[in-house]
T-cell receptor
Framework: DQQVKQNSPSLSVQEGRISILNCDYTNSMFDYFLWYKKYPAEGPTFLISISSIKDKNEDGRFTVFLNKSAKHLSLHIVPSQPGDSAVYFCAAPVGGNAGNMLTFGGGTRLMVKP | GAVVSQHPSRVICKSGTSVKIECRSLDFQATTMFWYRQFPKKSLMLMATSNEGSKATYEQGVEKDKFLINHASLTLSTLTVTSAHPEDSSFYIC?????????????FGPGTRLTVT
């Protein structure tokens, strides 16, 4: 049973607008979450993370929000740029340590139109 | 940041042959490496966790005799797909766990595209 889920397989956004990617999880023991960006035929690259002691973490154009009661997190990208077009995965480490094995959501393909 | 390399980046092999994929941490020591597999348009699925000097821990459903993992040093782990079949065609990605300055993160390799004909 998938513990981290991304229910939207794809998202299309106009350049300059906000992109919102959503992620839900079922395991209430998860206390750390990461977002990865992946281009075709490349490995994932780390984007941003958030600890469960926070409800928001911001890094430049990227902000991650965490709603623990709803077991939901979202990644906001603003303003969106064509170079942001990629597949985005949310992930949670089993055991809470970022170095532990990760369980990934199914990914959301973001397409930013110029 | 920490760099993880994989070799080869792309390999085509005939059915029944074996293929070895290398994963190296270039500028840090990796006590733990992870091997993932990605099917087309699917998420990353963890195959196994590899600890230096010990046997790998495989996820449920992953055949340990088919996917041989060796983590002989702190900078190298190898995945050997034995007696490969077309259904083994996939994108294989490794990640390495670094412990530097009190932090603990995973760094991903660029991936290896395996095509079995």
């Amino acid at each position: 049973d998938q513990q981290v889920k991304q229910n939207s397989p794809s998202l299309s956004v106009q350049e300059g607008r906000i992109s919102i990617l959503n992620c839900d999880y079922t395991n209430s023991m998860f206390d750390y979450f990461l977002w990865y960006k992946k281009y075709p035929a490349e490995g994932p690259t780390f984007l941003i993370s958030i600890s469960s002691i926070k409800d928001k973490n911001e890094d430049g154009r990227f902000t991650v929000f965490l709603n623990k009661s709803a077991k939901h997190l979202s990644l906001h990208i603003v303003p969106s740029q064509p170079g942001d077009s990629a597949v985005y995965f949310c992930a949670a480490p089993v055991g809470g340590n970022a170095g532990n094995m990760l369980t990934f959501g199914g990914g959301t393909r973001l397409m930013v139109k110029p | 940041g920490a760099v993880v390399s994989q070799h080869p980046s792309r390999v085509i092999c005939k059915s029944g042959t074996s293929v070895k994929i290398e994963c190296r941490s270039l500028d840090f020591q990796a006590t733990t490496m992870f091997w993932y597999r990605q099917f087309p348009k699917k998420s990353l699925m963890l195959m196994a966790t590899s600890n230096e000097g010990s046997k790998a821990t495989y996820e449920q459903g992953v055949e340990k005799d088919k996917f041989l993992i060796n983590h002989a040093s702190l900078t190298l782990s190898t995945l050997t797909v034995t007696s490969a079949h077309p259904e083994d065609s996939s994108f294989y990605i490794c990640s390495a766990r670094s412990r530097t300055s009190g932090s603990s993160e995973q760094y991903f390799g660029p991936g290896t595209r395996l095509t079995v004909t």
